[in-house]
């Protein structure tokens, strides 16, 4: 008697329930591990890209020229006995920059992975005004004019594909590589000024051709700054710290103009050695490739538990309404076929894309657990609200996935509905009617 009254406790629905909420919540520790599995992924599509740049050359950075001018102070005493001495470099920026680019961007594969690289081709000229070193506010300082150079900053060395010449005033002046101070770059090409003549007025041309990766970006350093860029590449994104002010995106590529005066920057047109940083007047473009099944499986990944606990929940009521008693372990091949979902959509997506792989995975996972549901309780009117669960769960998830900027809303919306469902469903049960 005892044995048997044991058994009807094990076997009743409230007991049920709990086990299944249990099973439930240790169901998602596979999902866990699928999110490590997807962060693998990332990291190791994120390594391919790298070695990819390391040969071809990275995202790049173009600056410049700067004009440089080395000083020297000197402090004074009493009886004029010399103190110290204290060497700088003064830094010019020019009074007109204007810099036109064309990219023609090239899709390399390596494996499965794509990555866009690019050959830039840079036209930068403008002018320097004459050189007032009274704003400099430095007492004593003696200017060496004859050690005066010019620099130009790049980011990425490697990506140099021409022998760029600096025209000064029409005078074409030699380029050396490296920088000679770091103040305003940490690597880039350097032009001795020669015999130019700096006290005056300055016109200046370069043309640089270089290889990149996915962005290219500029340094608004002039006075007033012109950039304009173009290419046939239809999907860019717009960087740095200045929107264009004029874009023209088509299906055929893009075109952008960019206006900048000194006034929209944080420092001015001249100053010491390291005192102001210039990288925050970047302003770019980046040739995206839209490669986002990562991020959208990675956020699916987060919707397993309400994957699992309306399954669940779903069974349960099948079980009450039907009689048909369904194993825990039941249960959980049904919530593994659940996660299986989303190892396919990873797997499947790096080959064929988002989209399509989510439709392959739904529909084969579906299929699975209907085929599973008829196995089991032999009553298609019940595998067909299986059917209809599953296909309406995965079609609120793609809309979910699919919108960025009114997701939460949807989704909460959604979620709110999912409830009131269930809540009238378990009106039509009677919870205490098992004998």
Known sequence: METKSIQQFLNSYSVKMI??????????????????VIRERIALSQTVKNELYAQWGG?????????????????????????????????????????E??????????????????????????SFAQPDVSQLDLQNASYNWGAAYFTIG???????????ELILNGEKCKVEPGVADTDLFQSGITIKANSVDLKQPLSFELELVLNGSEDLAIEALGKTSEVSMQSDWSQPGFTGGFLPANRLVTSKGFTADWQVTHLNRNFPQQWIDRKFNTHEAKLGVELLIPVDHYQKSMRSVKYAILFIALNFIIFIFIEIKSKIRIHPFQYSLVAFALLIFYALLTSIGEQIGFNLAYLIS??????LISWYTFTMLRNLRMVVWITLLQTGLYLFLFTILQLQDYALLAGSIGLF???????????????????
């Not at 700067?66 to 010019?92: C, D, Y």
């Not at 469902?421 to 049960?429: F, G, N, T, V, Y």
């Open 19 to 36: 086990i299944v909420s249990g099973l439930a919540i240790m169901l998602l520790i596979p999902s866990f591990l699928i999110q490590d």
């Open 59 to 99: 995202k790049q950075v173009v600056a410049g020229p700067v004009l440089n001018v080395p000083f020297s102070v000197t402090e004074q005493g009493e009886n004029n006995q010399v103190i110290k001495e204290r060497h700088g470099v003064a830094h010019f920026l020019p009074e007109k920059l204007k810099t």
């Open 101 to 126: 680019g064309v990219l023609f961007p090239e899709t390399r594969q390596r494996g499965i992975y794509k990555d866009v690289v690019y050959e830039g081709k840079l036209k930068i000229k403008g």
């Open 154 to 164: 790049v980011s990425d060395m490697r990506g140099i594909k021409n022998l760029p």
């Open 362 to 367: 739904a529909v084969a996972v579906t299929t």
């Open 417 to 435: 509905v999912i409830l009131a469902i269930i809540m009238r469903a378990s009106q039509q049960i009677n919870w205490y009617s098992e004998g």
